[in-house]
């Protein structure tokens, strides 16, 4: 498997100028997606709620920036050969556009039994699909085998300083449109969009806590951050599927002790009826990991009550058949 | 039942002046709805289109634009003796909406068979809901007995120069965003929107072609333009429920047949198939007769290619539990 060519640094693995690097290489090519606001969710909260909508990102969620970012950040050499994903979800998506943008050919490891919707949609980004099955192999071992047959450079979904970085221009661009802030909510599966806020708001609004959500059934995070020892849930069932990642990462893991103020969980009713409230009421589609963050707000797991509140609404690629039938 | 205030007026019933009077009346009061894009949909097309967001207005429809723009326009005494509107739909909740921000009481005629998250929605706002039997009465003759009993001004839902002039002010902001068009797609029921609409565009982007878009099931508007004799469809049975008026106004029909250039019909399939397309590549929760134009566009109804196109996205007020039982 070929390195992405960066050299060990020294701790921290990410810092507030490799947020500022990436946003000048997204400049003109993410979306600047918009900020929502709702009187009736600010009545309900009794704060003023700023909603930052990476439903209405590029490929649909916030995973474009770290990709393009990491991609962006190849040696011509490591373009030429190509890079490899593995991921069933936004991730396989973010890869493969950033690929098509810069010219770099994507392999991306799917289950076979994936939803057909998105094996064509990375399909029709270019990339080139290999289907494994679940009951044979792991994504990890194919992935693994594949990027060192083909010497293709692995882009991970969240544990590396570039992907990191490229998340943190959620919340940079978030500040940039509303000032500071005294809460920011980001929901959390590896850590990556996460340990990127947080690293921005250090830097841009120093006296905002930072809170990040999780499922109860994929608290894994929650439990790392509390007893600082990293905790692992494998296949965590929960409807919230971007999520279902089963730690936090070797950097990802202190990114959030270091920054990070708390963690909470929400129970899986509370994340569908938050994704519904927000279809309902606010007219945006949002997949259950993107109404995470919303859901800690209005289960009040965090007190917000006059307080001026960013919530990172995470993605909006849902299977409209599946939501469909969960609907209340 | 109170006259609303208005001197005869020489034709046309509404000019420009009336819709720029009316954007004076809204600013700060209405929300200035995004302008959203899509590469996918430019793709297919072959055009650049622009989709003004009215799915995001106050209470979920356009309709406030009127609604808000005709009840400021009351004297003290009319305000201090209240509204009535009979609705089932979108002007329900934008009057009832707009008489709380104005201090004015409002009273709605609804069925007492309408959706219960209507009714709630409606008296949530502050409106006294009158229901009534579908069996025993109907809403005019109940509205016109109960205006004349308390001496309220009716507001009508669209035939009227103040609904007209505040629904142009769409169409104004749309410009005003993105300058000219060559081809403007709008919804038509009872026309307030689409005549409102024609009229701006006559002003501000001259050499743009406006088209009005109605299901199939309900064409009435569409044969009226082509016949130039006013054609009328009782309780068209189509799912773009906001556009199952009768027929058009008597004011609207005079002034579609003279700034519209074109009406085409979409059929039921199309409608639905557009909505959740814009639901799952846009991220945007639009109700059927908010699809109306994007569907002309995307059946190719209407030649688009090569041009920039605005479509009016009119509202997104679904019952989710209702909509997800029609996913395909």
New interface residues.
Partial sequence: MADLGHAARTDPPVVYADVEAAAARLDGVSNRT?V?TS?FVDERVGGRVFFK?E??Q?A?AFKFRGAYNALSRLSNEQRERGVLAYSSGNHAQAVALAGRLLRVSTTIVMPGDAPEVKLAATRGYGAEVVEYDRTETTREELGARISQERDLSLIPPYDHPDIIAGQGTTARELFEEVGQLDLLLVCCGGGGLLSGCAIAVRTLSPGCRIVGVEPERANDATRSFRTKKLHTIDNPDTIADGVRTPSLGRLTFPLVLRHVDEMVTVAEDAILHAM?LL??RM????EPTGALAAAALFEGAIEASGARVGVIVSG?N?D??RI??L??
């Fill in positions: 918009p929502l009187r909508c439903n209405f590029r649909g519904f279809w309902e007219k945006v589609v949002v909006g849902v409209l058949k469909g039938a609907l209340p």
